[in-house]
């Protein structure tokens, strides 16, 4: 629970409200909000953006309850510039060994190369494959929906190898036959790119682990991101409860407070009360995943109901502050837009309760 944490953990919380008040909310000059390379600075000064790197490039490989308390903690001031704060991560690249890790991992953790993930395939085609030839793969397929695509310098691509199995393979984007078919920017702002593989060839060497094991690592990175969103979600929980106590509690055209109103309360309190279920399950698999437990299921639960929470806060939010929270910059409206990718990002919201389902019905899996 977040009142039980240690010493550090309690100073790591309230370095990141210091961190965001001094550099999210305004810059220095207390005018307008700080540059995105601005923050990175700042970030790296205060230890903030080594959190997410390993010890081995000289991060501090921090916890999931770490994570989520820093995670948590900037995203309660609805900043936006969020992503900044933290170090690229090796994601699947983690488990790279041989010449992956001098040629794109180093690269990676310095900042001196981007990489997007591939994973998600159009329905109407066969997946993406790969047969080997020599020492070489040759790839053929599409990815529909990589993030960042048109300014990666590779992709972790999901490919399935003849005879192997599913594998996570390093698509180096200047490859020739590595086509970008369409660009395109969601809902909440991000960028991506469709993707089509004709006959590239990448050395074998660029298979991260083994061949055929490629599945299970897709899934620890999906996983690891899911408890993120959950963290960012429910920091965006208490900032959506505190600007809607400050509305709530001023007055409206008759002079009264606009909380006197008996169902704006008891919609003000069934918010409360998802928020309170977000932070308990948030912190309650965070911990479980620190020591040592497998969360898989408690990840997918954890991030269906945080980003069903968040989703529904701010739709309330929008209806009780009114009309002006849907002018286009407002902060709700903003808020909006961006956590309603998150119900399809990582895994849709009604796949993983199908697979909450199987894992107890079918496996045994998943704790209550
Ligand atoms: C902002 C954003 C960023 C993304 N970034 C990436 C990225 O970097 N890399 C990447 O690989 N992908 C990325 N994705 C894609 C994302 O992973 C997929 O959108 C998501 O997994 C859902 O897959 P889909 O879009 O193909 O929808 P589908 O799988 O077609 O699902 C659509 C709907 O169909 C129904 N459905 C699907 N399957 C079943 C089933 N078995 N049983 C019952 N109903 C079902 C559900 O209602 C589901 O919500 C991103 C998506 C978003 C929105």
Redesign the pocket.
Known sequence: MPEFLDPDQLALREKCHQFAEDHLVQNITGQATATRDEIIRFAKEAGIYRMTQPKAFGGLESSQIELCIAREALASYNPNKLGACFGPSPGVLGAATGPLIDSHLKPLMNGRIRC??????P?NVSPTNAQEDGDLLRINGQ???????EDADFINT?VQIEGKGPSMVVVDTACPGVVIEEKFT?L?G?H?AAFQFKNVEVPKSNVIGSAGKGLPKAMKQIGDTRLLFAAEASGFALWVLALLKDHLQSKDKSGTARGNKEVVRWQYANLRIKAYALRSMLYRTARLADSGENVVNEAMATKVFATEAIGEMVDTAIQLVGGVALVENHPLAILYKKVR??R????????LR?NIGRGILELGKGRI
């Open positions: 997007s993930f591939g994973f998600t395939e329905d990815k529909s929906y990589v993030t960042g695509g999901l969601s909440d991000s991506h990718a998150w399809l990002a990582e895994g849709a919201s009604d796949v199908l």
